[in-house]
């Protein structure tokens, strides 16, 4: 075996390792973290010095005006964008040290997203979109067992069947928290979870998603406009001006 060969191998060996052995209790560290983008004349900073740290079983939301960089805050957490200064460290590992492939690997088994849009796949049913994340890092047997045990925590054990358009928005969005959850990720984004649902299903959303998510030794973020939503939180934080800021509750 070539050389080369021989190092993506162990490179991958590493990264199986790290992913599936537990590095201690989970926690999620932000040191001065900014992120800033090239502007006509001068660079846009849309984060500044963003410092935070939250262990297993913690959850917090953030709050602020559109535009404000919640979103790419979120991003950042979820190392799909990589910031222009500071650290992010979850489990002890800084994601963005980590070649394409490998990072890649790293997000799909230690983060899950839930968005305002689903982003279910029409074709696909209820249980196979809850399943999609985990088809390339578990048994199909475990799989199986894993996403009906999701889906009936959610409520929607009637609806394994159903593809998106048999759905309510609602049950759509219960849909996307199970599939978020299907690898155990050791952190969930959320990203407006509520935002196209109705009042009353916005609060049973918002039940399970604090809920499920308290049964789990998993870090919760979530952004929303939704001052019910973010009421419900133990920790909130604003951005404003690139700054996150913690709001007494």
Request: glycine content about 8%; charged content about 25%.
């Amino acid at each position: 075996m070539s050389k080369q060969g021989t190092s993506q191998e162990t490179s991958s060996s590493r990264l199986q390792n790290r992913e599936t052995t537990p590095a201690g209790p989970v926690e999620l560290i932000c040191e001065s973290v900014s992120k800033s983008f090239p502007g006509r004349g001068r660079e846009l900073t849309i984060l500044r010095d963003v410092n935070l740290r939250m262990s297993a079983g913690e959850s917090a939301v953030i709050v602020g005006p559109s535009g404000s960089g919640k979103s790419t805050l979120l991003n950042i957490l979820g190392t799909l964008e990589e910031p222009t200064s500071g650290t992010v460290t979850l489990n002890g590992m800084n994601p963005f040290q980590l070649d394409e492939r490998e990072l890649a690997r790293f997000r799909n088994r230690n983060v899950g997203f839930i968005f305002q849009e689903h982003h279910l796949l029409p074709q696909c049913t209820v249980l196979e979109n809850v399943l999609l994340p985990s088809l390339a890092s578990r048994e199909s047997g475990v799989r199986l067992a894993r996403a009906k045990e999701l889906i009936a925590s959610v409520g929607l054990s009637d609806r394994v069947d159903h593809r998106p358009a048999e759905l309510s928005g609602g049950e759509r969005q219960r849909v996307a928290i199970a599939r978020a959850l299907i690898n155990d990720p050791s952190l969930v984004l959320a990203d407006e979870p509520t935002g196209n649902l109705d009042r009353a299903t916005a609060e049973v959303v918002g039940d399970l998603l604090l809920n499920v998510l308290s049964r789990r030794d998993a870090v919760l973020i979530a952004v929303t406009h939704s001052e019910r939503l973010s009421g419900r939180f133990p920790r909130r934080y604003e951005i404003n001006d690139g700054m996150l800021t913690s709001l007494q509750v």
